[in-house]
């Protein structure tokens, strides 16, 4: 059955330092999305994009953070100070369409220290 | 206010037995999804079902089935004959407007930690 995959699993990262989460969609999903959970706490949107362009973004995603497609698999999200209060996980998710439901990947645990 | 409210944070349940966590929603958008997820303690979140606004009947998958009322704003999750691996943490979710060329966001609940007891 086919899934997202997001690499790594867990990243530990200093304050101030990029980091770069990676995610594989589903192969015919058009719509990928960047959500974070802080542990204990709901999920939060980050960022949607479609048709190799942003289609939504919430207040978290400031300056700090970008995504690219940097080709026809790949789907990056990229946070180039980190602070602590980065540290989460962070899901991946595609869907087909805007109707169908969003597949999420495993997470990337971030852990700024 | 709050789009999705789930006002349950924890509920226990007897294997074997149903089980209906609560979900109501906020919107004005004639067009909208709602979706239901499970996040075991591992982490990962797993679609569990789908109900569009404009599907006549309640959707079911398997021993999970959505009592939707329309009027009441409400989209319950019902879990019948649990199983100890039911235990988990359950988020409901909605998308609105549902608009072919635009990846809208979900919005997700505060999430109802479920306790499955043998």
């Known amino acids: 059955e086919p899934e997202v995959t997001q690499t790594p699993s867990h990243q530990v990262t200093q304050m101030g330092q990029e980091v770069i989460l990676r995610c594989v969609p589903i192969s015919n999903h058009l719509y990928f999305y960047w959500y974070r959970q802080i542990l204990g706490q709901k999920v939060e949107f980050l960022v949607s994009f479609y048709n190799n362009e942003i289609s939504e973004k919430s207040e978290i995603f400031d300056d700090q953070f970008s995504v690219e497609r940097p080709d026809g698999s790949n789907f990056t999200l990229k946070i180039r100070s980190t602070k602590l209060e980065d540290s989460a996980m962070y899901f991946c998710?595609?869907?087909?369409?805007?109707?169908?439901?969003?597949?999420f990947g495993q997470g990337t645990r971030l852990t700024v220290v | 206010a709050q789009k999705i409210t789930q006002t349950q944070p924890g509920m226990f349940v007897q294997e074997k037995e149903a089980v209906t966590l609560d979900c109501t929603y906020d919107?004005?958008?004639?067009?909208?999804?709602l979706f239901w997820y499970k996040q075991p303690s591992s982490g990962e979140m797993i679609f569990l079902i789908y109900q569009g606004s404009y599907d006549q009947q309640n959707a079911t998958e398997g021993r999970y089935s959505l009592n939707f009322q329309k009027a009441r704003k409400s989209a319950n999750l019902v879990i019948s004959a649990s199983q100890l691996g039911d235990s988990a943490m359950y988020f409901c979710?909605?998308?609105?407007?549902?608009?072919?060329?635009?990846?809208?966001?979900?919005?997700f609940g505060s999430g109802t930690q479920l306790t499955v007891l043998p």
């Open positions: 998710a595609s869907s087909e369409e805007v109707s169908t439901e969003a597949f």
């Open positions: 919107t004005s958008d004639p067009s909208y999804g």
């Open positions: 979710a909605m998308r609105e407007p549902l608009v072919s060329g635009s990846a809208r966001q979900l919005t």
